[in-house]
């Protein structure tokens, strides 16, 4: 009996030690920021505005190839039109950055926690996680494929949940062509 006693010990010891350094949550590969590219595009009554924003850091977690997770941080500072040059870029890319809608001094990243990750076919997923802007985070959702070492996802965001409100129509009336739609489109094209 003691002998028993004793072998079970062992066992649970030998379990807890290998538990205890074994990486459960699968595979973290980083990002490659400088290959990877993050376009928005934003539309109003009068049209649409375009423009890149870099991701600070970013990694993707993977269990047996198959993603399970990620994380990302985004430099807000960075945010410009594409669309546009010279003094109309100028007042659009300072405008974004003002307080009127990313507020970027105050905040200058936001992130982006995935919470859920549901496998949708050989190479998508349904991802479900939690974005932050300007301090307030919201769940959102959205899809993502995986192609070997690069990876494309597709978000709608809608800015009032985190606090942009300008020229929205959901919070003032007769805008007419001055108005602003809530969502905007984030296109993310990544390499880790």
Known sequence: MKKTIKNLAIVALVAFTTFSFTNIGGEKKEIKT???????????????????IAIKSGSLTFDENK?????????????????????????????????DFFGVEKHPTATLVFKKVTASGKNAYNVTGDLTIKGKTNPIT????????????????????YGVEYNSTSFFENLKDKAIYDEFDLIADLEF
């Open 142 to 161: 959205f899809t993502i494929s995986i192609y070997g070492n690069k990876a494309t996802a597709s978000l709608k965001v809608d800015r009032t949940k």
């Open 67 to 99: 993603l399970v997770g990620g994380e990302f941080v985004i430099d807000m500072t960075t945010i410009n039109s594409t669309d546009l040059q010279g003094e109309y870029k100028g007042k659009l890319d300072g405008h974004l950055k003002s307080d």
């Open 34 to 52: 400088d290959e990877s590219k993050v376009v928005w595009k934003g539309y109003k009554v009068t049209g649409s505005h375009e423009g890149t």
